[in-house]
């Protein structure tokens, strides 16, 4: 026989799909309330600053009254993530490309307004009702390009992915290095005077030309929205070959 499937009991309550009790008081809370109140306070103090007893003095109850709708911490953190989650921009009429990287860009910007995303968010599936809503918008901005659904969701998972790498690169460079804490280091450019004082251009021929070259002393700081927009103008780049050759009737690989 084939293995029932079911939403776990978070998911259920998430997608309003938990039976609704006719025993008892009616509840004073609900799911939205408890994961507003979590988020706020991982916005203000951090991820470290969320549990059961903050969250539930943030409400007004007793931490034990929060077990009703929240079955632990990581069913709350599994709620935020989805929660923190915005409506996805709307299409209006944008052209495939002009909508996704709208698309990738706000879901970077998503992690960088609340950063302790980065701690709970995973490379998985999306389950959550926002979240998969995001993904709906993507497939549909790629109608009639002539990929298939399978080609339509790996193109969503790999600008989804970019977005997040991003995100994480930018927040720990503005945090700093404690690596560099000693070092003098502060930019882009005291990074590049350091490699070239320490890369050997025997062992290190190309990178130790492009530091000497210069490469560095343009960068104003660790993080710059040009490097964002090359990173995903090269994804898109390979997105449109991949539709230029569905079009032709050529196959992934082919010349």
Known sequence: MAQ??????????MWG???????????R???ATITAAAIEIADSEGLAGVSMGSVATRVGVAATALYRYVGSKEDLLTSMADYVAPHPPD??????????????RAQRDIVLGHPWLLVITR???????????????ALAALDGTGLDDGEKINVASALTGYALTDAALVQTMGTGFAEFDESGIDSPFDYGEVLAEVLDP?????????????????????ADDTDFRFGLDLLLDGVEQLIARRASGSHVGGQ
């Open 4 to 13: 029932e499937r079911r939403l776990p009991p978070m998911l259920q309550r």
């Open 17 to 27: 799909r938990e039976p609704a009790s006719r025993r008892g008081p009616r509840p």
């Open 29 to 31: 809370l609900d799911l």
């Open 91 to 104: 299409p209006g009429g944008l052209p495939w490309r002009d909508y996704l990287g709208l698309w990738t």
């Open 123 to 137: 490379f998985a599936p999306p389950l959550g009702p926002r979240r998969l809503l995001w993904l709906d918008r």
């Open 202 to 222: 025997e062992t290190y021929p190309a990178l130790s030309a492009a530091v000497r070259g210069g490469v560095m002393h343009g960068a104003d700081s660790w």
